[in-house]
């Protein structure tokens, strides 16, 4: 039963990532895993039923490809060219951006995207603390939003590697730079004298 399942899963992956989810139905899955669609509906009920154990294979790739390559690895300046390979590589990001579409309204798709989020959270920090940058959670939210950007942006323009290497590598540089002199930036510090205008400036008498 076990493996029926992961055969429909794979072919699910395939649909999705060559359709998108206006071409994702469970009659085409059927088709595409060879099976009737009375025998998909016996695993998988519904669509959405389907849809989010594609999401969570999806993400279980992805958490496992990041962390394959950063483990093999040798150093912080191929951990960034390592992940330049995965951003932009289009396989995995185009399956990811379509179920994007249905993360707003599915709570089991949405619940996938957070379980992304926690699992690549701490290969961020990793990868900050061998550049020399405090891997506190905003930092690593800015690594997880510039990544995205740069998978997204690659698969619309083509994957670029040696072009998501150096934005990674300029980004982290600067970032590890504006910790080690203790810059907050100016929007943070901005932010911080409006909480407590009494940092700056005269005091009130």
């Known amino acids: 039963m076990a493996d029926k399942r992961r055969a429909i899963v794979e072919a699910a992956l395939e649909v999705i990532g060559d359709s998108g989810p206006g071409g994702f139905t469970q009659p085409r899955v059927a088709a595409r895993a060879g099976l009737r669609q009375s025998h998909l509906t016996y695993y998988f009920p519904t669509r959405d039923?389907?849809?989010?154990a594609v999401a969570e294979?999806?993400?279980?790739?992805?958490?496992?490809?990041?962390?394959?390559?950063?483990?093999?690895?040798?150093?912080?300046?191929?951990?960034?060219?390592?992940?330049?390979?995965?951003?932009?590589?289009?396989?995995?990001?185009?399956?990811?951006?379509?179920?994007?579409?249905?993360?707003?309204?599915?709570?089991?798709?949405r619940a996938s995207f957070d379980a992304l989020a926690a699992g690549v959270g701490p290969l961020g920090a990793d990868l900050l603390a061998t550049v020399g940058a405090e891997p506190d959670p905003v930092d690593v939210a800015l690594v997880q939003a510039l990544s995205t950007g740069i998978a997204v942006l690659s698969l619309a323009r083509g994957g670029d590697a040696a072009a998501a290497e150096h934005l990674l590598r300029a980004f982290l540089d600067r970032l590890a730079a504006a910790r080690s002199h203790g810059d907050a930036g100016v929007v943070s510090s901005d932010a911080a004298s409006r909480a407590n205008p009494s940092s700056s400036g005269t005091r009130g008498t």
């Open 49 to 52: 039923d389907l849809l989010a």
């Open 57 to 109: 294979e999806a993400v279980r790739r992805r958490i496992a490809v990041l962390r394959e390559a950063q483990a093999a690895a040798g150093g912080p300046g191929e951990q960034v060219a390592a992940l330049a390979q995965v951003l932009t590589a289009p396989e995995h990001t185009r399956i990811l951006l379509a179920l994007t579409q249905a993360a707003d309204r599915d709570a089991a798709v």
